[in-house]
C-alpha cells in the first residue's frame, strides 16, 4: 500500500485508534505516541505486504508499542505487569472497535482534551491532531499561527493532561456542561476545515467534515438538552448538503451563483432543519444563527431570490452575541446583495483600518468583488492578486486569479 493509503487510513481512523489505546492503557500522551509509531511501521511495512484489514493492523501494532513503551518506564513498571497479564482474557476478548462504545469513545478523548486545565488554545490544537487527525501545519494555517506554536501547544496540552491525572472517561453530567462550549469550538473548527480546507488541492475535504458531523450527532445524543449542541449540527448539516454542487468532476470550484442546487443534498437540509428547530425552540446562540443563515441559503431558489435583508439581520444578532471580524466581513457579504456594493466597501474599508484580519486572504478576496461590482476594475485586480497571494488552498487561488486575468 502506497503511502497515500497510509494517510488515507490514518485520517478515517486515527481518532479511534488514538480513543481505544488511551482506554487499553490510560495515558492519553502515550496512546498518541504509541498509535504515530505504528503509523511510522506502516509507511516502511505496507509497501512490501499491505495488510487486508488496514486499521486493525494499526491498532495491533499500537497496542505493541504502547506496552514495549509502558515497559521502558522503569516508572510505570506495575503499570506494565498489570496491562501485560490483566485479568483473564482481558487483552484478548476486548473487541477493539466496539460499535456500541467506539462513539463514547471518541467523545472521551475529546473531553479530555477539551479538559479545563487547558488554555481554549491548546484544546483546540490538541483535539484537532489527535481526533481529527489534522497535521501542525494544518492547524498553524486554520489559526494563522506559526507551526512551532501550534506544535508547543500540543506538547504542552499533553504534559498538563498527564500531570494533571486526567482520567480516560465522560466527565459527569454537571461537568460535561461546563466543558461543552470547548467541545463545541473544537468541532466548529473541525468542520470548517473540512468544508473549506485551508490547504492543498482539495477546496472540500468531506472526510474532515463529515468526522465533525457524525461527533455532533453523538454529542446532540448525549446532551439533547443543550441548544447549541443542535445549533451546531444544524449549521454543519446545511453546509454540508452544499457540498455535491461546490466543486466540478475535476475539483475545481463552483461559486454559489453557479451551483446546480438541484444537487444538494435534500435529506442532510432536512436533517438539519430538523436540529435547528429543536435549537430554535430552546434559543438561538451563535451556532444556531449562522444554521439560521444556512437555512435561508438552504431554502432560496437561487442567489437573486436570497432573502438577503433577513441574513444581514441575523448576521447583525451574531456580531452581538460572538462579535468577530470574519462575522463583520461576512455581514458586509450580505450587505452587498442587499443594499448594493458601495455600503458593504465602507465596512470592509473599517475593518482594514483596525487590522483584525491580518494575514487573511479573506478581507482582499471580498474587497476585490466589491470593488469589481463598483467598476474600479484596476484595484479590484490588485486586491484579488493579492488574495491569491496569502491563499494557501490551491483551489481557491486558481478562482482568484482567474477572476484577476477577467479583469484585464
Not at 505496507?46 to 508499542?65: E, F, H, K, S, Y
Not at 463545541?184 to 470548517?192: D, E, G, N, Q
Not at 468526522?211 to 449542541?229: G, H, M, N, S, Y
Not at 454559489?256 to 435529506?267: F, G, P
Request: net charge neutral; hydrophobic share 45%.
Amino acid at each position: 500500500m502506497a503511502t497515500t493509503g497510509v494517510e488515507a487510513v490514518w485520517r478515517i481512523e486515527s481518532a479511534r485508534i488514538v480513543a481505544a489505546l488511551t482506554r487499553f492503557t490510560g495515558d492519553f500522551g502515550l496512546a498518541e505516541d504509541a498509535a504515530q509509531e505504528a503509523v511510522a511501521e506502516a509507511l516502511v511495512s505496507w509497501q512490501r505486504n499491505a495488510p487486508a484489514d488496514p486499521a486493525g493492523w494499526l491498532m495491533a501494532t499500537a497496542r505493541r508499542r504502547a506496552i514495549d513503551m509502558i515497559r521502558r518506564r522503569a516508572t510505570l513498571r506495575d503499570r506494565y505487569t498489570l496491562l501485560a497479564a490483566g485479568s483473564p482474557g482481558e487483552a484478548t476478548t476486548e473487541p477493539e472497535f466496539d460499535p456500541d462504545t467506539i462513539d463514547d469513545d471518541v467523545l472521551a478523548l475529546m473531553f479530555i482534551s477539551c479538559h479545563p486545565v487547558l488554555s481554549r488554545e491548546a484544546q483546540v490544537a490538541l483535539t484537532l491532531r489527535v481526533v481529527a487527525g489534522l497535521s501542525s501545519e494544518e492547524i498553524a494555517r486554520a489559526f494563522l499561527v506559526p507551526v512551532p506554536t501550534v506544535q508547543a501547544r500540543i506538547t504542552r496540552g499533553k504534559k498538563t493532561i498527564a500531570a494533571a491525572g486526567v482520567p480516560f472517561e465522560l466527565p459527569a453530567a454537571g461537568e460535561r456542561k461546563q466543558r461543552l462550549g470547548g467541545v463545541l469550538s473544537v468541532l466548529y473548527v473541525i468542520f470548517t476545515e473540512g468544508s473549506t480546507a485551508t490547504s492543498g488541492d482539495r477546496l472540500v475535504r468531506a472526510d474532515v467534515a463529515d468526522e465533525a458531523i457524525r461527533l455532533a450527532r453523538t454529542l446532540a445524543a448525549l446532551q439533547p438538552d443543550e441548544p447549541e449542541v443542535h445549533g451546531l449540527l444544524a449549521l454543519c448539516e446545511l453546509t454540508a448538503a452544499r457540498f455535491p454542487a461546490r466543486t466540478a468532476p475535476d475539483g475545481s470550484p463552483i461559486l454559489l451563483e453557479d451551483q446546480d442546487r438541484r444537487r444538494w443534498d435534500t435529506a442532510a437540509i432536512r436533517r438539519g432543519l430538523a436540529a435547528l428547530a429543536i435549537a430554535s425552540a430552546r434559543g438561538l446562540g451563535p451556532y444556531g444563527l449562522q444554521a439560521a443563515i444556512a437555512a435561508t441559503h438552504a431554502s432560496a431558489p437561487s442567489v437573486a431570490a436570497t432573502d438577503w435583508d433577513r441574513i444581514v439581520l441575523l448576521y447583525e444578532a451574531l456580531g452581538r452575541v460572538a462579535p468577530s471580524p470574519v462575522v463583520v466581513l461576512n455581514r458586509a457579504v450580505a450587505v452587498a446583495m442587499a443594499s448594493g456594493p458601495e455600503q458593504a466597501l465602507t465596512i470592509v474599508d473599517e475593518l482594514i483600518a483596525t487590522d483584525r484580519l491580518p494575514g487573511s486572504h479573506l478581507v482582499p478576496t471580498v474587497r476585490g468583488e466589491l470593488l469589481t461590482r463598483l467598476g474600479r476594475h484596476p484595484e479590484a485586480r490588485a486586491e484579488l492578486e493579492l488574495a491569491a497571494r496569502l491563499c494557501a488552498n490551491e483551489r481557491e487561488r486558481s478562482v482568484l486569479l482567474r477572476k484577476a486575468a477577467a479583469l484585464g
